[in-house]
Every structure is written in C-alpha cells, then in structure tokens.
C-alpha cells in the first residue's frame, strides 16, 4: 500500500538516489525517525543506475579518505544491517604508473594514505602483473596497491538504504517531484510537492545532476555540470577470475574491474564532454546519451595496449551516461549560506557511489547537530562563488574538470579554462613584469614572477624546478630588503550600526572593544571551539567595523556574520570587497619606501603594529594596516579600486634604488611557514581550536562580553592538550614536503603535515601538523622524541618545536633590527 504524503516532517531529503537515500539512512541510524525522502521519478533513476561501483579509498585529503573507507567498511556490514544484498565485493585495486611523475605522485600518495589510516602499498611492475595477468607491464615503472579497495553494485547498495531507511522510519515516496522549496524570513520551512504541501525543518538537497537548476531557482549558486561519461563491456573472457582487482592506468585515462565474466571499461578523458547545458530534459529517468566511439577510441586504444587480451574479444555495450562534475572536483556539501535549514549534498565527480556511505553519514551528522564531524571545508559548499554558476564558465571548466580527475596533481597547478574571471586592477602591470598567475576563488593570484614576458605557464614538477628558484629569490628578498605583494583577493566586509560591536564580540575571541585605529586579529568560533574562520578586524569609528578576510572565506564568512546579525539589534552587514585593492609592502626597508611616497608618519611611536591609519600615498588616501604575514615589518595598503594604479606607480618608482621587488603567493607561503603564521583552510579549521593551533593568544578570556565557543574552551584551558599544532623541519630531506606527509615519533606514526614548503631563509623543508599524544603534547614530549617525517615512501630525521623555526620573538615585526642569522632556531643551525 503506497505511502500519505505527510503535512510535517522533520527532514526532508530531496533526490533518490544513492546519496540521498544515505542521507535518509543515517539519519534514522541517529535516531530521527520523522525523515521523508521524496523522489521525482523512481529510485536511483538518474545517475546511480549506470554506475560502474568502483571502491577506491585514496583521496585527495583526509576527510575524503575517510568518507571512502568508511563507505567500504558500512558496505562490508549493509546486508547483515537491513537484509539487502549489496554486491560489495573486496578484490584490492591496482593503480600503475608509466611516467616519473606518476611513480612520484603514487609514492606520495602511498604516505599520505597511511597518514589517513589507509595500507597503501607500492610494488613493482612485476608484483603487478603477478596479481594482475592481463596486465602488460613492459612501460610500467611501478603500481600502488590497495588491498582494502573493492567494487559495489550501485543499484543493490541503494536498495540497502533504501531498506534501512524504511525499517528505521523514513518514508519514501516515489514518483513525487518536488515543485518548489519554501522560504520564509531566510528559513526553510517546507516544500510544495505534486501531490501537496509539506512543512519541514530541514531539508537536504541531494538531486544529483539537477542539483544547480534547482538551487538557481533560490538565488544559490551550487556550481556542477552534467558531463557525459563513457564505458564499454566486454563479451565474456574465458577464465576471467571472479575476484580480479579492478586496474586503474591514470597516465592512459583508463580503469577497468571484471563484471560478470566481462571487463567493463571506462574512460576519464582529458577534455570532457559538458552535457546539458540549458537544463536537464524533462523525464530524463533511466536513460542513457548516444555513443561516441571516435570521442574514446583513442582511450580504447591506450587500454588494449594496458590489457591486450581485449584485442580478441569483442564490445557487448558500449556506455554513455551523465555524471556531474565541479569546477575544482570536490564534493558540494553543507549548509545554504543564505537560507538556514536548507543543505545540499551533490557534485561527487565520478566518486558518488565509493562515497555515499560516508558522505550520507557526516550530512546526516550536520543537520542533526549544526557542525559536520570532520574538517569538511575543501567539500564544503559555502567555497563557491556567485558567479561559479554561469553556464558558459561551466562549460568552460568542464570540459577540462573530467580529465582533471586523473592528471597530475603537482604543486602550485591550477586550472587552465574558464579564467580571468576576476582580476586585480594591478594585472596587466603584474603581467609585464613576469607574474605566473594561478586561481583561486576565482580570482587570478601571483604565484610567482618569471622573466618579464614570459608566458604564464606553470611547468613544475614535484622537484626543484623554476617555481622553487623563483619564489625563493622572492622570499629571499622579502626577509632582506622590500617587496610588494598583490592581495586584491582579500574579502572585506564592512559591519556597521549601533549594535556593530556587540556583533563581532559575540563572534570574536579577541577583544575588539579596542580604540579607533586599532586593528585585531581574532579568529571566529562554533560551539564545539572549532575555529569557523579567523579575521582581522579594524575599527573604523565607534560604530564601524572592516573585516578583512581570505578570498575563499568571502561566502562563509559573510554567511555567519548575516546568520548572527539576525535579531542583532542595529546592525548591517555589507560585501565591499569590489571597493579596494590590497597591496602589501613588506620587508625591513618597507617603511623606508612608504616614507618616500607618503608624509605619514611610519615610526613605531606613531604607527605602531596592529594599527590602521589613512594616510596619503602619491596623490591618492589609502587605509594602510600595519599587519604582516611574512613576519618582517611591513604594511597592508587597502585602496580604493580606482586609484590602485597611481598608488603602485608611486611605489615602484620611489623603490627602484632600494632594490623593491615582487612576491607571489608561493613565496608568502613559505615566509609565513617560517614565521609560524596558521593559513585557515590548511593549518587550522572548524575543528581545531585556538588552544590546539597555537593561537591562545588571541583569546581574550577577561573580557566582559561571552562569545561563540567559550565553554568549549574553557573545558580545555590549563589541561594537557593531547593534539597540537606543531612546527616541523626535515634539514636533510631530499624530497620537497608539500603536506600530506606522515610524521613518525620513535617509530610511531603521531600525525601528519597540514602545510609545508621550503624554508629558504632557515635553509630547509618546514611544515606544521597536529601531533597526538594521551598524556598531552608538551616541549618535554617533543624534546624526549626521535621524529620523521615521511616523504614519497622515504623516512628523514626530522625537529619539532612549539615555536617558530624564524623569528619566534617577533622582533623584525616590531621593526627592530637583527641580523637572519641570530633569528633562525638554534636547533637549525646546528643541524
């Protein structure tokens, strides 16, 4: 007997399949029996249906590994949990590598899997082939080997859900679209169905590839596009074993696993083919695209070569059907930055079903309790931008995204379509003199400067190419005379009203009751004392606030700052970033060179650090902070957009006989690493408290007013913290540190870098990472300890320290002068 639609339910799920079915699992597995889940059409009708059902575990950070091994282990357990057959089958994966780079990126990724709790082996190409006799292994330099990875069936799995979220509560209706979600006041409050009206209080948004459509119709930019996908199956293979590894050859863009006596192989072409575009058909259930085979017969060609036993049978299928994909490949997940109680969970590139199981999990877990369990930022929707939704930027980056899967991931990349979307005022000068522009929220970021004219082309490799000699002379001549740095990308948010001040200390842990002119650095907190963002903050005027930010904070930020004005009081909040470019002038000579363009006062006495002044440069105002990141004295000057260029003219004239350079983002990277500064979104994030990272000295625990996050807090002040942020170094490393990389203490592995890079005034690779230790992670712990830092598979002697390896005093940023050599850590230079 079919269901009632219901008039009120506590979550509804929107889309069935594999993901919203899991979502409507885990929600009952906490508890929540009030759950409806409403599909369109039939269950798994859209992208699940198709599916090839790879498990694969290794992924790019450590919150998508875990959504995967979690999926493997829940898919071990799913039948005997509801009854339903699932198909999982755990026969081990085979990744080879045909190229120096990806034998690298293998060996990397086979640290960073133990890191993460995942075996990841690597052998050579003979093991390979013994487990895999198809395989031709004659360009083969070596393969990882997962013996944990496995296969699914997508449509059982689904149905195991599906089962589960029935015997558990959840109602499940088919063949009932959802018309339209309903707002109130910026709240979720139900949706209109074809078969009626139900009020709710959360809801979830897990539609797959409709999933952009149905957002833009509430003003959401969720970007994904629908991109075809191709396979093809083989006839039967005699003696094919039941139980072969699936076989993935990146370099060739190949994977293939055994299906029922057949190979089924598929492609992840290096220019994808964007599908569509104008919205998806109406009744589109089921179905599949039309072949393409002179589109993959070059991929069919490079997989006969890897596995020459299908030059001698033929094709029984071959395959066309819709995935969706996101301009970076990471998963959209989270909370609507605009209308509270409305989530999304879609955007999995190819990764949905090996996904599902965890990725229903933490939404399930997120709209339960109000915070995901696990660092979910790089998964989080709240990255996106407004503009990431138009369609011809999505076109654009798609095409290029399916093949992005399986390219290199070397250091410093960024995407090559869909750019120059958003620009500094500064570019075109920037560009005539060298600038290798990456992205990121859009924006066309400096990475480094090359020869004036040259192409902005990154060529690197995991080795000690032009990027490291280029940003290094950056970095280098930061630490000894002046450079200027392009941060247009920052975010600022002016909040402003009578009730301004009562805002942000509620947000803030830092006292920001503090004199006009003063500048703050605070980071914002949730209720478990995770660190949702940190900020700087600058008083304007008693009623007036700027809040400056990092670019890929912009929607985040100013989605919680809206969130908690709600009810405020007089305030308002406003994006003014468009208004003002942000040129930092760092180094010891930087106050030397804004004396000559300004008649400031730049003294210590006048201008002292965590201050903000307008002040004239050339003929233009410009709010100048005195903050720094690099950890030499220096100055941020926020300008308005239209006077940029006047301001830089001054700058680089003024600065000619004092040797002023310019700097990339690849060198502010390692300069702050030296300094010890955290990079939110790396180092620290919405797990990770203040007291953890380090940074307790930005919580003001005697002022009058409470803020977000307190108690949590209060609950670890004055105990032994048993996970620490803590500074790293490798003086003998051969191999250049990234992050990722597994640290080891007496043999035991305690935690893994969050960022790293090489420090070039310390002379060495450097980097910071939690370390976990049961009676608490302490000088006494670290000093008592043999560490290593593991790189690409190789183990090197490695310092820990709770301080900076540069500069723990602070003195070049107070503006007091000392020679590099007294400011690098003892333990370095005997080292």
Not at 206 to 223: F, I, K, Y
Not at 526 to 550: C, K, Q, Y
Not at 741 to 770: D, K, Q
Request: hydrophobic residues 40%; charged residues 20%; contains cysteine.
């Amino acid at each position: 007997m079919a269901s009632k639609l219901p008039s009120n339910v506590e979550y509804v799920v929107i889309g069935g399949g594999i993901i919203g079915l899991s979502i409507a699992y885990h929600l009952t597995r906490l508890g929540h029996r009030d759950v409806l889940l409403l599909e369109r059409d039939q269950l798994t009708c859209g992208t699940t249906w198709h599916a090839a059902g790879l498990v694969t575990q290794l992924r790019a950070n450590e919150t998508m590994a875990k959504l995967a091994q979690y999926s493997a282990d829940l898919f071990r357990d799913l039948e005997n949990l509801t009854g339903q057959a699932t198909g999982f089958r755990q026969t081990g994966s085979i990744t080879v590598a045909a190229t120096q780079d990806r034998l690298e990126e293998l060996k990397r990724g086979s640290s960073m899997g133990r890191s993460f709790g995942l075996d990841v082996e690597m052998i050579s190409a003979a093991e390979a082939q013994r487990r895999v006799p198809l395989l031709d292994v004659s360009d083969v330099l070596g393969a990882a080997w997962i013996a944990s990875d496995g296969m699914t069936n997508a449509i059982d799995t689904a149905r195991a859900f599906a089962v589960g979220a029935r015997q558990g509560g959840a109602t499940i209706l088919e063949r009932t679209p959802v018309t339209r979600i309903l707002v109130e006041k910026g709240r979720f409050v139900g949706v209109e169905t074809s078969q009626g009206t139900v009020r709710a209080e959360q809801a979830v948004i897990s539609t797959g590839l409709w999933t952009r459509d149905v957002a833009a119709e509430l003003n959401w930019s969720v970007p994904l596009q629908a991109a075809e996908h191709f396979y093809v199956v083989t006839e039967a293979i005699p003696d094919l074993p039941h139980d072969l590894p699936t076989i993935r050859d990146m370099d060739a863009r190949v994977y293939a696993k055994a299906d029922a006596g057949k190979l089924l192989v598929g492609f992840f072409e290096a220019n994808g083919k964007p599908w569509g575009m104008n919205g998806i058909p109406h009744g589109f259930s089921f179905d599949s695209l039309p072949e393409d085979f002179d589109h993959i017969e070059p991929y069919l060609s490079a997989a006969i070569e890897r596995m020459p036993v299908l030059a001698n049978v033929g094709l029984q299928l071959n395959f066309n059907g819709p995935e969706s994909f996101t301009p970076d490949n990471r998963f959209h997940l989270g909370p609507s930055p605009e209308i509270q109680g409305l989530y999304v969970a879609s955007g999995f590139n190819s990764c949905g079903i090996e996904s599902s199981g965890g990725a229903g999990k933490v939404m399930a877990e997120w709209m339960s309790t109000g915070l995901p369990a696990g660092d979910c930022w790089e998964m989080d929707v709240r990255r996106s931008m407004p503009f990431q939704r138009n369609r011809r930027y999505l076109y654009d980056r798609t095409v290029e995204a399916v093949g992005n899967l399986w390219s290199l991931h070397l250091p410093h990349k960024s995407p090559k379509t869909a750019r120059n979307v958003r620009v500094s005022p500064l570019h075109d000068r920037l560009s005539a003199v060298g600038a290798n522009f990456g992205e990121s929220a859009g924006w066309e970021r400096v990475q480094w400067f090359g020869a004036p004219g040259s192409p902005n082309e990154s060529h690197a490799t995991f080795g000690r190419d032009e990027w490291f000699e280029r940003s290094g002379a950056e970095h280098t001549a930061t630490r000894s005379g002046v450079t200027l740095f392009d941060q247009t990308s920052f975010a600022h948010l002016l909040v402003q009203g009578s009730d301004a001040l009562a805002l942000l200390q509620c947000l803030s842990t830092n006292d920001v009751n503090v004199a006009v002119g003063r500048v703050v650095y605070t980071p914002w907190l949730n209720e478990r004392g995770g660190m949702e963002s940190d900020v700087t903050i600058a008083r304007i005027s008693d009623e007036e606030f700027l809040v400056v930010t990092a670019a890929v904070q912009r929607t985040r930020d100013l989605a919680w700052l809206r969130l908690h004005a709600k009810g405020a009081g007089h305030v308002s909040v406003a994006d003014v970033s468009s208004g003002y470019t942000t040129l930092s002038v760092m180094g010891p000579r930087s106050r030397e060179l804004l004396e000559r363009v300004s008649p400031a006062d730049f003294s210590n006495e006048a201008f002292p650090f965590a201050t903000a002044r307008e002040i004239e440069v050339g003929y233009s105002l410009a709010l100048a902070f005195r903050m720094t990141f690099v950890g030499e004295l220096g100055w941020e000057l926020h300008i308005p957009t239209e006077q940029t260029l006047g301001v830089y003219d001054a700058l680089v004239a003024a600065g000619a006989d004092l040797g002023l350079g310019h700097a990339g983002y690849v060198a502010l990277n390692t300069l702050r690493l030296e300094a010890g500064y955290r990079d939110w979104g790396a180092d620290v994030g919405d797990e990770d408290t203040p007291l953890e990272s380090g940074l307790g000295f930005t919580v003001a625990w005697d002022k009058r007013e409470d803020f977000i996050g307190r108690a949590a807090l209060e609950a670890q002040r004055g105990k032994p913290l048993r996970r620490r942020l803590v500074q790293l170094a490798a003086p003998d490393a051969k191999s250049l540190m990234f992050g990722t990389e597994p640290v080891w203490r007496n043999g035991s592995l305690v935690g893994y870098l969050r960022s790293a890079g090489f420090g070039h005034t310390v002379g060495c690779g450097i980097g910071m990472g939690y370390l976990k230790a049961e009676a608490g992670v302490t000088a006494d712990w670290l000093s008592g300890g043999s560490f290593e830092i593991e790189i690409a598979g190789e183990r090197y002697s490695a310092i820990a320290s709770l301080r900076p390896f540069y500069d723990a005093g602070r003195s070049r940023v107070k503006g007091e002068w000392r020679a590099v050599e007294e400011l690098v850590a003892k333990e370095l230079l005997k080292a």
